[in-house]
Nanobody, 124 residues
Framework: QVQLVESGGGLVQAGGSLRLSCVVS????????MGWFRQAPGKEREFVAA????????YYADSVKGRFTISRDNAKNTVYLQMNSLKPDDTAVYYC?????????????????WGQGTQDTVSS
């Protein structure tokens, strides 16, 4: 059974930073494309960022490009999301997810495993 556990969420002022971590159980972490999604109250879950199994390719939503950075450490079974220059619109529950797919990484339906989510709140 694959389990994903996020951490690092919290409350921060606009312009501040947060770093999310997601630890994945199991021995096949390096086989997964990893993604981060978020869901704000009353809105649908949306893609934030993704990273290939090797870490060599990254993908970002336009809304976070230049502010957020996704990375991974396959030795630690961990994927990270560094979030800088945070805005109130970034307030959401953030989820990490894993997929065997290497295409359509922005589509939540392509992900096989999900974490429970971590709340990030950005105050103005």
């Amino acid at each position: 059974q694959v389990q994903l556990v996020e951490s690092g969420g919290g409350l921060v002022q606009a312009g501040g930073s947060l770093r999310l971590s997601c630890v994945v159980s199991g021995r096949t972490f390096s086989s997964y494309t990893m993604g981060w999604f978020r869901q704000a109250p009353g809105k649908e879950r949306e893609f934030v960022a993704a990273i290939s199994w090797s870490g060599g390719t990254t993908y970002y939503a336009d809304s976070v490009k230049g502010r957020f950075t996704i990375s991974r450490d396959n030795a630690k079974n961990t994927v990270y999301l560094q979030m800088n220059s945070l805005k109130p619109d970034d307030t959401a529950v953030y989820y990490c997810a894993a997929t065997y797919n290497s295409v359509s990484v922005a589509r939540s339906s392509y992900y096989n495993f999900w974490g429970q989510g971590t709340q990030d709140t950005v105050s103005s």
